[in-house]
């Protein structure tokens, strides 16, 4: 079946630096890709998206790729903040023949110091 | 405008008691999701609703699980004689419904379920 992998966290982080966050995917169709993230104390919202091979999803300086050849989604910032600490999830939905549910990574925790 | 909501917010019970679980979703969006997010298993999803159509009930962990849809508005979560291993936080998600699977879903707060 479908599958997410993420990179193990949690992930720590200087202020400014850069960030890369690997999500791998295993799907039989033409699934679209998502990251979501979830704030301390808050609930999961969607941070950017990609639909088709090639397309680049980007929000609040974050970006990923959809690379159909590596089946990889891969998250990029390139200078983090502290206020960027989250849980990070990469995210597909084949939507096949079963609706839009979302099948998720494990998540990536990652903490940004001053 | 209001975004989807849970309730309880948080809610323990005793093993072997029967809970119930209240999602209301954005108002116009015709797809509602359950998930389940627990420190063992992650993110998972139990069930999916779309307009007048047969639920996808294909995430559902085990027969003490059931969901309802009532006027293709709010749904409730039933969780029968609960167990430990069914304590987690319960996420509740709609969407537009139109879009296929590169829709965006949006989140509720979830609540979080104690079972002693």
């Known amino acids: 079946g479908d599958s997410v992998t993420q990179m193990e966290g949690p992930v720590t982080l200087s202020e400014e630096a850069f960030l890369t966050i690997n999500c791998t995917y295993t799907a039989t169709g033409y699934p679209s890709l998502f990251w979501y993230v979830q704030y301390p104390g808050e609930g999961l919202q969607l941070l950017l998206k990609a639909t088709k091979a090639d397309d680049k999803g980007s929000n609040k300086g974050f970006e990923a790729t959809y690379r159909k050849e590596t089946t990889s989604f891969h998250l990029e910032k390139g200078s983090v903040q502290v206020s960027d600490s989250a849980v990070y999830f990469c995210a597909l939905s084949d939507g096949s023949n079963q609706g839009g549910k979302l099948i998720f990574g494990q998540g990536t925790e990652l903490s940004v110091k001053p | 405008g209001a975004g989807v909501s849970q309730s309880p917010s948080n809610k323990v019970t005793e093993k072997g008691k029967d809970v119930e679980l209240r999602c209301d979703p954005i108002?116009?969006?015709?797809?509602l999701y359950w998930y389940r997010q627990s420190l063992g298993q992650g993110l998972e999803f139990l069930i999916y609703f779309q307009g007048n159509s047969a639920p996808d009930k294909s995430g559902l962990p085990s027969d003490r699980f059931s969901a309802e849809r009532t006027g293709g508005s709010v749904s409730t979560l039933t969780i029968q004689r609960t167990q430990q291993e069914d304590s987690a936080v319960y996420l509740c998600?709609?969407?537009?419904?139109?879009?296929?699977?590169?829709?965006?879903?949006?989140f509720g707060p979830g609540t979080r379920l104690l079972v002693l």
């Open positions: 998600a709609s969407s537009l419904g139109q879009g296929g699977p590169q829709e965006t879903q949006y």
């Open positions: 108002s116009g969006h015709t797809a």
